[in-house]
């Protein structure tokens, strides 16, 4: 159970990445070692950082056995940055869940994916369009507020992995103001923080900047996470001025 500080500066978040993988998720690259990520987090100064590899349901309650082998590997290793050591897990349709609820509860930091549509065991919605899209992942997200296993939302609401329309972005445009509103209020209550992700808040701009303001307006959490997959992106500042035209 993991929760920053409220806060809307980017610098001030930018001191933290909470979105990493390490060798352990396969799309990783095979630099991203334990040792070699937390030396790339001190050299740029970064405070904290989560180290969340994928969950699959072929591979289940998984994460919790490569935690206490990422853990052993940390305790060799002298670094300042604090490590959490947690997951990207998988809600891949309305109340399912990829793992047992004590398989999350081990992790450090649980952050939630609701929209890997991409994977072949994720659920679509029963009619194609984007509007059914974007009610399948409100699904999803509330179903996730009330099972009480999530820390944090990964990419919330990004359409990126959705191939079945020529613009993904009608989607997101397809989310009203209220809708989001209301469910950050109903996170906010569970104290679920809600992701800046950077290859999402760069791919939709005009999305990200209207989650921005309802969140600040809201009172959310917002976590910074890079989704790193290589060493060259765990250091957030690098993105720091785009977020800052985006979002602001
Ligand atoms: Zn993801
Ligand atoms: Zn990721």
Known sequence: ???HEKTYDID???RHNMHIHTTFSGCAKPEMKAADIVR???ECGLEIIALTDHNYPRKKNGVASQRLELLRQLEKIDH???VYVGAELSAYGIGKFADDIECDNSLDFRLYTTNHYHQDYW???EVITPRAYAEHMLGIM???IDSGRADCF???FMAGYIHAFPDPHDVTRSFTDNEIGDIMEKANRAEIAWELNTPAVLGDPEFFHRYFQIGKEVGVVFNIG?????LDRIDPKQFASRYKEILY
């Open 40 to 42: 790339t987090a001190d």
């Open 142 to 144: 509330n179903s996730v």
């Open 154 to 156: 990964a990419h919330p």
């Open 12 to 14: 001030e978040l930018m």
């Open 80 to 82: 300042r940055v604090r």
């Open 226 to 230: 890079t989704d790193a997959h290589v």
């Open 123 to 125: 659920e679509h919605p």
């Open 1 to 3: 159970m993991f929760f």
